[in-house]
Each structure stands twice: as C-alpha cells, then as structure tokens.
C-alpha cells in the first residue's frame, strides 16, 4: 500500500515577510485558487450525463489548442489520487479536489464541505438523506506566454480544467472518450470562429454546449461564439500605392489604432496616423535626384462586418479617413491640402479606395500591416 508522508514546509520570503495561519492569502491559494473560479474571461461548459459536467476556463482562446487527451489527463489525476479513496467516498460531504502540477511535482488540494442543513427524499416509508452539492475537480494547466508580451516576462499563462460530478467517484464510470470528445466539441467550434491563435486577453467568452446533440445551445444568436466586449490599441501601418494628377506616387503610414470588439464578427475602430508621400524628383540644374516628403496628419474610423469564418472574400472597407497636409516639400500638393477616403472593395489586407484630394478624385491602394 503507497505510503503517505505529510510534509509542512515553512518558506519565508525574507526576514522581514512571515507566513502565519491568519494570513489573508496563502501559499496554497495562490497555488490552487490563482485566479479563483469565473475571473478568466473565457468560459466554455459542457453538459455530459446525469447531472454532471465539465467547464473550461481559458486566459486565451489559443490555449484551446493546448489541452492535451483529457480522459488520459483525468485518469492519470485519479490514480495520483489513489491513496485518499476513503476520504473522497465518504458520504454526504461535498469536497473540491485541486490539481497542480509544477514540472517537478504533483500537488493536490482536497476541501470538504460538510452541508449546511439536511435535505431528504421521502418515498412512501422509505427517507432517503440527499447530498446538497456536487463535487469538484479542478485541473490547473500553464502554457508559455504569448509571443507579444514585453521582453523578459516568461510568467506562464494559467487556464483550468473543472469536474463537477454528483460525486467525485463518478470519474471511474465516465465513458471512455467522453471528456476528450468534450475537448474536441469545443475546440471545433473555437477553430470555425477564426481565432483559434489569437492570444488577445480583450476577448470574452461564455458559451454552453450539448455532447449528446454535439453543439452549442448557447449563445444561440448568428455572431457566434464570442460573446463580450473588448477593447485593445494596436499598431497602425500601411504601405499605399496612389493614382492621382495623373501620376503614381507612393505613400507609408504609421500611426496608433483602438479597436472595439462588439462580438465575434462586428468590431469598429479609430486610428490616428500620419501618412508621408516621398516623391522623386531630379534636380534640372544639378542632375541630383531628391526625394521630397509631404505628409498628412489622418484620422480614420471603420466598421468591421465582414465574417472572421470566411476572410476570404471580397468586402466592402466600410472606412472613411481624412487627412490634413501638415509638411510640403514639393510643388506637387497645393500649400492647404485637404484629403478623403471613402469606403472601397478590401480583400485580406488589401484595400482599394477612392480619395479625394482637393477635389480631385483618385484611387489608393493600400496593404495594411497587421
């Protein structure tokens, strides 16, 4: 029989940080309860049989694509969990059993809940006391930080696995490949919404699936998986290539974009960009070649409605931008140069619009730098 040792191990920070019983959050909170459940912004429930069911917690939507075989994973857990069998049969007591593992070693929390008060089943002569709770099982996973977090912070990002069963004891009459055709239930639909890479925090989720019917039940309405609200600035870059005073003269913006996430599919934004046209010009009387630049200071505003499933095809731009001419190094632009960009034809990062400089129409093609 496995041998069970108990090991208290006292880590003090510093000289001057103690650890003590009363402390407001612990070593062991932040090891198991980090962060508690329903803060992570990414929640995903499946109704399994009788009651039970299995709920996925993400920090970010490409996680999704991280978590590994989970009938292997919660098979592998209940045989860790193998010497404390009495204790999570005994009955009428509803307990939470965390799992964590650090790379060097496995550690588990087990919590009881002893029920506030009875309840009973009475059938003829028969009463039956019923348990007030269900039992937990939560499964703390890490994945490496994503690609865009500043220099130097390899802090891993954590995201749960959770049970919750009329009894604990119900793992070993789970069906085989229940939990991972869960997994996969999920992970179809994350892939069919187009953001199974994206790592952006902003993004939230919350949605409800049947294993039986395999599908979601909920949110039921055509935006889709995602269901909040985010908001995140980006960078904003393009390289445009301009028909306009019969000539074609190209043009490179930079700049800063806030962008709005309404749900899965409707997103707007505003960016506020400078935008420089470098012309070439050669010097008559010397032969030199110049290149003179004349920038403009932009504004512009877009309404995203084009489908995250299907990016593929030709859509309406639904932008509009106006520039102001702030540097004239050239004879090219009148001294006050206004200009507008109205919607055009956008197909991937590609766009082709109508701008009207001073009047004069002209079509810009651009490619946006995302």
């Given at each position: 029989?496995?041998?069970?040792?108990?090991?208290?191990?006292?880590?003090?920070?510093?000289?001057?940080?103690?650890?003590?019983?009363?402390?407001?959050?612990?070593?062991?909170?932040?090891?198991?309860?980090?962060?508690?459940?329903g803060e992570?912004?990414?929640?995903?429930?499946?109704?399994?049989?009788?009651?039970?069911?299995?709920?996925?917690?993400?920090?970010?939507?490409?996680?999704v694509?991280?978590?590994?075989?989970?009938?292997?994973?919660v098979?592998?857990?209940?045989?860790?969990?193998?010497?404390?069998?009495?204790?999570?049969?005994?009955?009428?007591?509803?307990?939470?059993?965390?799992?964590?593992?650090?790379?060097?070693?496995?550690?588990?929390r087990?919590?009881?809940?002893?029920?506030?008060?009875?309840?009973?089943?009475?059938?003829?002569?028969?009463?039956?006391?019923?348990?007030?709770?269900?039992?937990?099982?939560?499964?703390?996973?890490?994945?490496?930080?994503?690609?865009?977090?500043?220099?130097?912070?390899?802090?891993?990002?954590?995201?749960?696995?959770?049970l919750?069963?009329?009894n604990?004891?119900?793992?070993?009459?789970?069906?085989?490949?229940?939990?991972?055709?869960?997994?996969?239930?999920?992970?179809?639909?994350?892939?069919?919404?187009?953001?199974?890479?994206?790592?952006?925090?902003?993004?939230?989720?919350?949605?409800w699936?049947?294993?039986?019917?395999?599908?979601?039940?909920?949110?039921?309405?055509?935006?889709?998986?995602?269901?909040?609200?985010?908001?995140?600035?980006?960078?904003?870059?393009?390289?445009?290539?301009?028909?306009?005073?019969?000539?074609?003269?190209?043009?490179?913006?930079?700049?800063?974009?806030?962008?709005?996430?309404?749900?899965?599919?409707?997103?707007?934004?505003?960016?506020?960009?400078?935008?420089?046209?470098?012309?070439?010009?050669?010097?008559?009387?010397?032969?030199?070649?110049?290149?003179?630049?004349?920038?403009?200071?932009?504004?512009?505003?877009?309404?995203?409605?084009?489908?995250?499933?299907?990016?593929?095809?030709?859509?309406?731009?639904?932008?509009v931008?106006?520039?102001?001419?702030?540097?004239?190094?050239?004879?090219?632009?009148?001294?006050v140069?206004?200009?507008?960009?109205?919607?055009?034809?956008?197909?991937?990062?590609?766009?082709?619009?109508?701008?009207?400089?001073?009047?004069?129409?002209?079509?810009?093609?651009?490619?946006?730098?995302?």
């Amino acid at each position: 029989m496995k041998q069970i040792v108990w090991i208290m191990v006292l880590a003090l920070a510093s000289a001057t940080q103690d650890l003590y019983a009363q402390t407001t959050k612990s070593n062991m909170e932040a090891h198991f309860n980090t962060p508690p459940p329903g803060e992570l912004p990414l929640r995903a429930v499946i109704d399994l049989k009788a009651g039970n069911k299995i709920i996925f917690e993400f920090t970010n939507l490409a996680q999704v694509a991280a978590v590994p075989n989970t009938d292997s994973l919660v098979k592998a857990i209940w045989t860790a969990l193998a010497p404390f069998r009495d204790s999570l049969s005994k009955p009428l007591v509803s307990r939470r059993v965390d799992y964590y593992t650090t790379g060097l070693d496995e550690r588990i929390r087990i919590t009881e809940y002893h029920q506030n008060g009875s309840m009973y089943s009475i059938t003829g002569n028969e009463i039956l006391q019923l348990k007030t709770a269900q039992d937990t099982l939560r499964i703390k996973q890490l994945t490496p930080p994503p690609a865009r977090r500043r220099k130097g912070d390899t802090t891993a990002i954590p995201y749960f696995i959770m049970l919750v069963l009329n009894n604990i004891t119900d793992i070993e009459s789970l069906p085989d490949g229940e939990l991972q055709a869960a997994t996969s239930l999920v992970w179809e639909d994350v892939r069919k919404s187009g953001y199974a890479k994206n790592t952006n925090p902003a993004l939230r989720m919350d949605a409800w699936y049947n294993l039986k019917e395999q599908k979601r039940v909920a949110p039921q309405k055509k935006e889709g998986l995602l269901t909040g609200n985010g908001t995140f600035l980006s960078l904003y870059s393009t390289f445009g290539l301009q028909y306009v005073y019969d000539s074609w003269i190209p043009s490179v913006a930079g700049g800063v974009e806030m962008r709005r996430m309404m749900n899965q599919r409707k997103w707007w934004s505003v960016a506020l960009y400078v935008d420089a046209y470098p012309l070439y010009t050669r010097n008559v009387a010397t032969g030199k070649g110049l290149i003179e630049s004349n920038t403009f200071i932009c504004g512009r505003y877009t309404f995203g409605t084009s489908s995250k499933t299907d990016p593929s095809r030709l859509a309406i731009s639904n932008s509009v931008a106006i520039g102001y001419l702030v540097q004239r190094n050239s004879e090219f632009f009148d001294k006050v140069t206004f200009k507008i960009t109205l919607p055009g034809l956008r197909f991937h990062n590609v766009a082709l619009e109508p701008e009207l400089i001073n009047g004069a129409t002209s079509l810009k093609l651009n490619l946006f730098i995302q």
